[in-house]
């Protein structure tokens, strides 16, 4: 009986779900789907709740059979990843080769994998043994699919943490860590050759639970806000995330890779923390996740590059309940582990003589002003390079960030 109620409000969440998504489409959304837990849905019962927010890409921090499967011949694209424990073992093309074939090709074209990324923040683990066989790693993965014919389908790429900027403030002036240059530049120079995209795992939540009194929340959270103005580009921001991608398009810039693209891997915001994790609330959750879904789908790009869609994977699917660390980390999913919203991301209905229509929350309005507008290792921890992403010159970025912000604020009130 009580396995039969629990199914029953599972189906009851996706049949809602499902009406919502079909009334008011919703494209080019990514998900990551993280499965550090033992309580999740089988993956078929997965395939729904990913229609129903409108994803059509979805990231996987492994290549899990189960779900490689099951997602078969549903046109959802999948990137799948390759742990930092396996990067040594890639440098051998016969390893690599295998790895491919049992974990791409048996699935292909059922199940449509569009790209590889090959360990996770991996130069932010300050491990020399490790970052040294990541580029050997993501090339053997490469050659391996040139010669089963599929690298015209498949691309390789790798996933970093913010903390390889060394400035990411005004984002004009984004430069990469003097120490990574020697090795990040060989890895955008595969980028260059091969295609695939640069990706960027981007958490603005960070920079707030750090520092909650000297950072905007309407300004990590997409809500209203003066903004800020990049006093070399006058390029206006009104939030944080796109002054991040912004920074690290200049970082490539400043290194002579413009024309690589950037996929945000991973942001998010958790919807419950422990008592020093600032911020973490349904709440605001709701905003960050159903502000930035509005976003993704307004085709709108940064100030820096506004002709150019945002790639961007929501940090995640579930509530996870056997990750490691604070409260938060248990706390980025969009759904519970049952199929019911862990909160709602702004879709609303309303039922009339048994017609359901739904709609989305209109895109947050500029404020009016007289003055110019101013299982991987690596996946298991989130936050783990928290310490990393807003030390030394990351936070120095932040309160630059902060310090203007506050200094529009003045200009209006005076005038």
Not at 11 to 21: A, D, E, G, H, R
Not at 260 to 280: Q, R
Request: glycine share 6%.
């Amino acid at each position: 009986m009580e396995l039969f109620g629990s199914r029953f409000h599972f189906l009851c969440f996706v049949s809602l779900f499902l009406l919502i998504s079909a009334v008011f489409p919703v494209s080019s959304i990514g998900i990551n789907y993280g499965q550090i837990a033992n309580n999740l849905p089988t993956p078929e019962n997965v395939i729904p709740l990913v229609k129903s927010i409108g994803a059509t890409k979805v990231k996987l921090y492994d290549a899990d059979p189960k779900v490689l499967k099951a997602f078969a011949n549903t046109g959802v694209e999948f990137i799948i990843g390759l742990g930092n424990e396996y990067l040594s073992g890639m440098k051998d093309p016969a390893k690599a080769r295998d790895w491919v074939k049992t974990n791409v090709q048996a699935y292909l074209p059922a199940t449509k994998i569009t790209c590889i990324f090959v360990g996770n923040e991996v130069l932010t683990f300050n491990d020399t043994s490790l970052s040294g066989c990541l580029l050997p790693a993501m090339e053997g993965v490469h050659t391996a699919l040139v010669s089963l014919g599929l690298d015209k389908q498949v691309t390789v790429t790798t996933a970093h943490s913010l903390a390889i900027l060394e400035t990411s403030y005004p984002p004009s002036a984004g430069a990469f860590r003097k120490d990574l240059v020697n090795c990040i530049t060989p890895i955008l120079n595969f980028h260059a050759k091969t295609g695939s995209p640069f990706l960027i795992n981007a958490y603005p939540y960070f920079a707030y639970k750090d520092s909650p009194k000297q950072v905007p929340l309407d300004f990590v959270l997409f809500q209203p806000n003066q903004g800020i103005v990049d006093p070399a580009s006058n390029l206006h921001y009104d939030n944080m995330l796109f002054a991040q991608i912004d920074a690290v398009y200049s970082a490539l810039a400043s290194l002579g890779y413009k024309k690589l693209f950037i996929h945000i891997s991973e942001t998010g915001w958790p919807s419950k923390g422990d008592e020093n994790e600032a911020g973490a609330t349904p709440e605001n959750a709701k905003k960050y996740n159903g502000n930035l879904i509005k976003l993704i789908t307004s085709k709108k790009g940064t100030p820096m590059r506004p002709n150019c869609d945002l790639n961007i994977y929501v940090f995640a699917l579930f509530n996870e309940n056997m990750k490691p660390g604070p409260t938060s980390e248990r706390n980025y999913g969009l759904f519970k582990p049952d199929g019911s919203p862990a909160y709602s991301i702004g879709f609303s209905t309303t039922t009339a003589t048994g017609n359901s229509t739904v709609a989305l929350p209109s895109p947050p309005a500029a404020p009016e002003s007289s003055s110019s507008p101013s299982s991987s290792t690596g996946y298991l921890s989130i936050s783990s390079a928290t310490m990393e992403r807003y030390s030394s010159n990351g936070i120095v970025g932040t309160l630059i960030l902060v310090l203007l912000i506050l200094i529009n604020l003045v200009v209006v009130v005076v005038v």
